[in-house]
């Protein structure tokens, strides 16, 4: 999809205004502090419908207002090919209101309310890539979780329902381990929490899978020869190798054609069985300890470089997280961000809208460089950018239109470079 | 507080009553007949001396037995469990049920605090082993949230080894209703749980003996 036209009203500092922004993007240049990143929160809000900083949503509206709102026409773009057979990309609105009494929020796709606001996600079809992503591989599991979550419940149908409701059974599992209730009453929960979990578990390892060998490319092409390793580790023990193991290729490949409700209940079975059988021999542990010990709430995806030669190296690779230099998580954490625009791209079958907040500022000159020349062969769809200065906008040979802002306010109409 | 504002206070804390529907009950009943209100206050006061659960299942009765347990025309080997006594009403209003209630009083919800000790499930058994009934079969029509499905899950459990039939309420598209305006989920439930055009009913499907009493109309 195409941003063709954004509206501003009552957001962060950010002036109300009615942008229409060009099919190729835009250049957005400004010091620090102006509103850069505001700018994109603005756009990438739309997609996801809620801050991607997590900022709560009142906090979100600019000092002394009562309200926000955020208004996006989105439509084919130059670059869009229709699909065969699929509907003709057609323009449409999507919309997001906050107010702060109450608080209420309304989000809107052409003008109507969508049943619930997980209906309304990934409209926008954005990925947004910032500085702080180095957090995806230097940071604890529950950072990748989250990043997971955000890209499946955009992009894969039935992840966020399953999601959801594997939470709510956790909760109340957990409050009955805490309870130190009865086997009976513990167990009672378990069909319910493997059947939203096995959902869970299916879909992201599917999505690890399929995403493995785009990684390893960006990884080695961004480093110069580095061949990077992205591995899923389920929180369920057993897992590859176990009977009826569910991780054989082919079992639900991510991100084909989703199965229908019917297929994919029958492709969740397996897995649910076996996040079954654990949570069964894992019963007496987890009374124990009064709290769910297994399960996709402790899942993890790692990151890892392949080493040279035959040094012998734990699988999965040598783990980023403790052994990566600067550089190199901040090229695994924009390996992840363009398998996501690649989730994007199948998903929808456009290209992803890039949002690349000032992401060379920590990358030496290098990996800057080969990172444009991947960006520029793989995005080709319209891309938002910030630089803190003009030398910094490097992208497309310098063609994107340039955009002022500066205390909030954005002066369009700058001449390309 | 005045006693208007009491009142007010009162009708207020009803289900799906707001303040402002609140305060117009009450100057309802100051403008109307004096008689009128004193009808009411007497049906609450009748309601609490005269009406109490059911000593069997638990459903609202005037005597020691609710209507359904006394009716001898009720089928007995069958008990359908629901959550409230409020549930055995909208069964009942189907006239489609013959069989016997037996009302929970809740589902299971650690977080906030009810487990199987607070809900009728030990008088449940109880019902089942002494065996004066006969029961049969147990539907168990707790509702579809997590809590109620845990709930039928613990049920189940429980219920199994003492030898009865356990059967679960089937989900999927209301009738009448248009495809259109069925929620996602519905929607998966029911293409998961669908089934030949003209085919035996679900009931014979899974081997019931009680299709006719079932259906009876």
């Not at chain 1, 502090?33 to 996801?48: D, P, V």
């Not at chain 1, 209730?181 to 378990?190: I, K, L, N, Q, S």
């Not at chain 2, 049920?97 to 058994?125: E, I, N």
């Amino acid at each position: 999809m195409t941003l063709h036209r954004l509206r501003l009203q009552g957001f962060r500092n950010l002036e109300d205004a009615t942008l229409e922004l060009p099919a190729e993007g835009v250049a957005l240049v400004g010091a620090n502090a102006q509103g850069k990143s505001n700018f994109l929160e603005a756009i990438h809000y739309l997609e996801i419908f809620r801050s991607c900083r997590g900022t709560r949503d009142t906090r979100l509206i600019r000092f002394g207002e009562d309200f926000f709102r955020l208004e996006a026409r989105i439509g084919p773009g130059a670059s869009s090919v229709p699909e065969p057979g699929g509907d003709a990309p057609r323009s449409r609105s999507v919309a997001a209101a906050v107010q702060r009494a109450g608080p209420i929020k309304k989000v809107t796709v052409d003008g109507e309310e969508p049943p619930r606001i997980g209906d309304a996600l990934g409209e926008m079809g954005s990925v947004l890539f910032t500085p702080d992503d180095v957090r995806l591989v230097a940071d604890g599991p529950q950072e990748r979780r989250r990043f997971l979550d955000i890209v499946l419940s955009v992009n894969a149908p039935g992840y966020l329902e399953a999601l959801q409701r594997y939470r709510q059974v956790l909760a109340q599992r957990n409050a009955a381990l805490r309870d130190r209730a009865p086997r009976a009453t513990v167990e009672a929960w378990d069909p319910l929490l493997a059947g939203a979990g096995a959902r869970v578990l299916r879909m992201r390892a599917a999505w690890v899978r399929a995403g493995a060998p785009t990684f390893r490319s960006v990884v080695e092409e961004v480093s110069g020869g580095e061949r990077g390793v992205l591995a899923y580790q389920p929180g369920v023990p057993g897992g590859p190798g176990a009977p009826g193991n569910p991780g054989t290729p082919g079992s639900g490949a991510f991100p084909a054609v989703q199965p229908d409700e019917h297929e994919a209940a029958s492709i969740d079975a397996p897995w649910g069985d076996w996040f079954a059988g654990a949570l069964r021999e894992g019963l007496e542990a987890d009374r124990r300890r009064g709290t769910t010990l297994i399960g996709p709430h402790r899942d993890e995806f790692t990151m890892g470089l392949e080493p040279d030669g035959e040094d012998p190296a734990p699988k999965g690779g040598r783990d980023l997280r403790e052994y990566g230099s600067g550089g190199q998580k901040r090229t695994a954490a924009l390996a992840l961000r363009i398998l996501e625009a690649e989730t994007v791209l199948r998903r929808r079958g456009r290209p992803a809208l890039l949002l690349l907040d000032d992401v060379f500022a920590e990358l030496d000159a290098d990996r800057s460089e080969r990172v444009l020349g991947l960006l520029d062969r793989t995005a080709a769809g319209q891309v938002v950018l910030t630089a803190p200065k003009d030398a910094d906008v490097r992208f497309r040979h310098d063609r994107l239109p340039r955009w002022r802002i500066s205390g909030g306010r954005i002066e369009t109409g700058g001449e390309g470079g | 507080m005045s006693a208007l504002d009491e009142l007010v206070r009162e009708f207020g804390r009803l289900p799906g009553v707001g303040p402002r529907t609140a305060t117009r009950l009450v100057y309802h009943l100051l403008r109307g007949r004096r008689e009128d209100a004193h009808r009411l206050a007497g049906a609450i006061e009748a309601l609490l001396e005269r009406v109490r659960p059911c000593s069997r299942c638990g459903t609202f009765a005037e005597a020691d037995l609710c209507e359904v347990c006394r009716d001898p025309s009720r089928e007995r080997s069958l008990v359908c469990v629901v959550e409230g006594a409020f549930e055995v009403q909208s069964i009942e209003k189907t006239r489609r049920y013959r069989g016997l209630y037996h009302v929970l009083g809740g589902r299971l919800s650690p977080l906030d605090g009810v487990g199987p000790d607070d809900l009728a499930v030990a008088a449940l058994a109880e019902r089942i082993e002494s065996g004066q009934e006969g029961i049969v079969e147990v539907i168990l029509a707790t509702s579809p949230s997590v809590e109620g499905e845990a709930t039928a899950v613990y049920l189940e459990g429980v219920l199994r080894p003492l030898g009865v039939r356990v059967t679960r309420l089937a989900r999927g598209i209301p009738v009448g209703s248009d495809l259109e305006y069925v929620d996602g989920s519905t929607l998966a439930e029911a293409l998961a749980g669908r089934r030949e055009v003209r085919a035996e009913t679900p009931a014979q499907a899974v081997g019931a003996d009680h299709e006719d009493m079932l259906l009876r109309e």
